[in-house]
C-alpha cells in the first residue's frame, strides 16, 4: 500500500514553523498537535459510523455515530506523546496504549523497556504515533508487539517520514497504512531524517 501524504498549504505553513531551529518548546508541542489532528481527520476518513436517533431542540433525527472505543491510540514513548493532545481533541473518548522504545545508537536497533495497552486491544483499530518516520526499527518493533497481541487493523501517523524507513514498514508490513505530513530526502550516517527538525523528543520537552 502506498503511504498517504498530506499535501495541503496549512500542512507546508505549519511545517516551516516546525523546521526552524529558532521555534520554541512550546510552539513546537502545539504545531506538532496540530498536525496530528489534521493526521487523525485523515487516517480515519474509512470509520465505520452507526446509525443512531438523537434529538435537536426541534425535532427526533436520524443520523449516524461512530463508537469512539472502537479506536486505540499507541503514542511511541516519549516523542509520540506530543500527538496525543491534539488526537484525543478529535477521539475524546479513544483509549490511550503505550509502548516505550529507545535506539541503540550503536546499532540502531529499537529497545523495548515498556509495554501497556488497553484492554481487549486486539478488538480495536490501533493507529500507532510517532512525530518522525527515521530507519523505522521502532514502528515495526511497536507493530510487531501489537500483532502479536492479536491487533488486525493498524494505522502508522507520523509528522514527517524517510523514504527509507516508509519502505522497511512496507516491506515487513504491507497491510499497514503510512500518514504522514511530509517525506523528507534521506537519512544521514546517524539515521538522522534530512532536512528532518531534529530530535522531535528533544524539541517537545525542551531537553536540548
Known sequence: MKEIVLNHPLITHKLSILRDKNTGTKKFRELVGEIAILLCYEALKDAKLHNTVIETPLEKYKTQSMNEDDYAFVPILRAGMSMVDGIIKVIPNAKIGHIGLYRNEETLNPVEYYYKMPENIKKREVLVLDPMLAT????????????????????????????????????????????????????NE???????????????????
Open 136 to 187: 523505522g526499527g521502532s514502528a515495526i518493533a511497536t507493530i510487531d508487539r501489537l500483532k502479536k497481541d492479536g491487533v488486525k487493523k493498524i494505522k502508522f501517523l507520523c509528522v514527517i517520514a524517510s523514504p527509507v524507513g516508509i519502505k522497511k514498514i512496507q516491506k515487513a508490513h504491507p497491510d499497514v497504512q503510512i500518514y504522514t505530513a511530509h517525506v523528507d530526502r534521506c537519512l
Open 190 to 208: 546517524h539515521g538522522y531524517i534530512l532536512p528532518g527538525l531534529g530530535d522531535a523528543g528533544d524539541r517537545v520537552y525542551g531537553t536540548k
